[in-house]
Each structure stands twice: as C-alpha cells, then as structure tokens.
Nanobody
Framework: QVQLKESGGGSVQAGGSLRLSCAAS????????MAWFRQAPGMEREGVAA????????YYVDSVKGRFTISLDDTKNTVYLQMNSLTPEDTAMYYC?????????????????WGQGTQVTVSS
C-alpha cells in the first residue's frame, strides 16, 4: 500500500509560480514511478510530469516543458512539481500518482495509487 498526499495548490495570477508537494508513505516497490496528473472540468486526466525514482529520469508533457520541474527528495519521501510561468490553461486539479512498474508514464490507467488532489487556479 502507498499513501499519497498533495499540498501546495492555490490561486495565482498568470505568470506566477506554485510548488506542489506530494508526501508519500508505504511500499517503496510501488513507487518506482512518481507522476503528476491534472484534470480540468470536462477534460480527461492528463499526465503532466513523471520521475523514475531509481534512474531519476524525468518526463514532461510538451505544454509544460521549460516551465515545470519535477523532483524527488528521498530524505522526505516527497515529490515536488515546481510550476513557473503559469497560464490560465494550467488551471486544473493536480493529482500525484505512483506505480511499481515502468511502461508509458502518461497512461493514467497504469498507476496504482493516487492522492486526493490539490486545486490550481490561474487567473488572467
């Protein structure tokens, strides 16, 4: 079992920054891949960024490359998503997810554990 708890969401103006945190506990074998997804109203859940915890390889959806950075602090069992140059299109509920297997990082169905989500709202 893995427990994931997100924090750090909020409201910000366009061009601003937020840092999301995902505190993880439980089985490390089920945390080989840690990812952030987001879902806006009426939209499908979208993979935003992922980090492979052993290799530290990172992956991003094209729309956030150069603006968002995913990182992992092993000492705190926490994954971060630093979000800069935010736009209204980034408004969504952001979820942390983990899985034990590799494979395509963007497939939401492949993730076993999910947090409750944290809301990010960007106003123009």
């Amino acid at each position: 079992q893995v427990q994931l708890k997100e924090s750090g969401g909020g409201s910000v103006q366009a061009g601003g920054s937020l840092r999301l945190s995902c505190a993880a506990s439980g089985s490390t074998s089920s945390r080989s891949v840690m990812a952030w997804f987001r879902q806006a109203p009426g939209m499908e859940r979208e993979g935003v960024a992922a980090i492979f915890t052993i290799t530290r390889n990172t992956y991003y959806v094209d729309s956030v490359k150069g603006r968002f950075t995913i990182s992992l602090d092993d000492t705190k069992n926490t994954v971060y998503l630093q979000m800069n140059s935010l736009t209204p299109e980034d408004t969504a509920m952001y979820y942390c997810a983990s899985k034990g297997s590799h494979g395509f990082w963007k497939e939401a169905q492949s993730y076993t554990y999910w947090g409750q989500g944290t809301q990010v709202t960007v106003s123009s």
